[in-house]
């Protein structure tokens, strides 16, 4: 069920789109600044900064089937909220539309992630791809096993271990010793930096090898001069215009995507407004491929 809460250019009905935002408003696992929960939100009303077309693309965002539905109904409990947020993105895929989630903190991607697992015919293409500054592979934390810091792990375990996670640079010791005991695809912020973005992207699609992507992007893979306005910043990050590259390289062979653990509150708005115009960037990235 949703609150009724839209972008202003996201003008279609439901049973006329082909892609669905739907913010989901929920931080109660947060383990260092919240505020996440207000993020989408605030991109939606910062979007009211762009101009609808975009000249990579030659398109315009009101000629694309878009529809916002508003913010998913949350619970405190994070279990309960996840059962919420999987049923929501279960519909919305199961109606052959493309589910993009705006958080919240990033425990919440599991549900989605879930969700287009679960609809998706060819399970053995199915992978997930990963932005982000942390691991997120503990198996709990402060007594959650659904904590922020937990969800990569759990996708790992219980989903697939078909999985790449670009921009890390920070985690306890025992999860960069998991990390390296189990085969867990990773390329650090330093990776990026010393190989190139463009090699980072031909080799994480090459170990992929997949046409049916999940791309969920933790903003806090960006560095905090991109994006100040985060629940966990983790300095020397990724450039805005690395992510970017990331987005639009895999934006075709995506089935879900996610943007979270903003915390727009802890800035003037750069960080609400870099998150929309990257969400933006990968719509139109992916509209494209389809022409």
């Avoid at 705006?102 to 015919?121: F, M, Q, W």
């Avoid at 306890?172 to 867990?184: L, S, V």
């Avoid at 985060?230 to 390289?249: C, I, K, S």
Wanted: net charge negative.
């Amino acid at each position: 069920m949703f609150v009724p809460t839209t972008f202003f250019d996201a003008i279609y009905d439901y049973d006329d789109a082909e892609y669905v935002i739907y913010g989901v408003p929920f931080d109660n696992t947060s383990s260092f600044r919240t505020g996440s929960r207000w993020a989408p939100d605030r991109m939606r009303e910062v979007a009211i900064n762009f101009e609808v077309y975009n000249p990579k693309y030659d398109l315009d965002m009101t000629d694309i089937l878009v529809h916002d539905a508003g913010n998913v109904f949350v619970s405190v409990n994070i279990d309960e909220t996840l059962e919420w947020v999987y049923e929501d993105a279960k519909r919305i895929v199961d109606d052959k539309k493309f589910p993009i989630m705006l958080g919240g903190e990033h425990s919440l991607s599991y549900a989605p992630v879930k969700a287009c697992y679960d609809a998706c015919d060819e399970k053995d293409d199915f992978a997930v791809l990963v932005l982000d500054a942390h691991f997120d592979l503990r198996t709990d934390f402060r007594g959650l096993k659904n904590n922020h810091a937990c969800v990569s792990r759990h996708i790992i375990d219980n989903i697939t271990k078909n999985y790449v996670s670009i921009g890390i640079r920070s985690g306890p010791r025992e999860e960069w010793m998991h990390a390296k005991d189990t085969g867990i695809k990773y390329f650090s912020a330093d990776d990026v930096c010393e190989m190139g973005i463009k090699e980072i992207i031909k080799e994480t699609a090459e170990y992929l090898n997949s046409d049916h992507i999940y791309l969920s992007l933790d903003m806090d893979a960006l560095d905090p001069a991109y994006c100040p306005g985060l629940g966990t910043p983790e300095p020397f990050g990724m450039t805005d215009r690395e992510v970017r590259e990331v987005l639009r390289a895999f934006a075709p062979k995506t089935i879900g995507f996610d943007i979270v653990e903003i915390a727009p509150e802890y800035d003037n708005g750069q960080s609400a407004i870099l998150a929309t115009k990257l969400m933006r960037e990968f719509i139109f990235a992916r509209e494209a491929s389809r022409k």
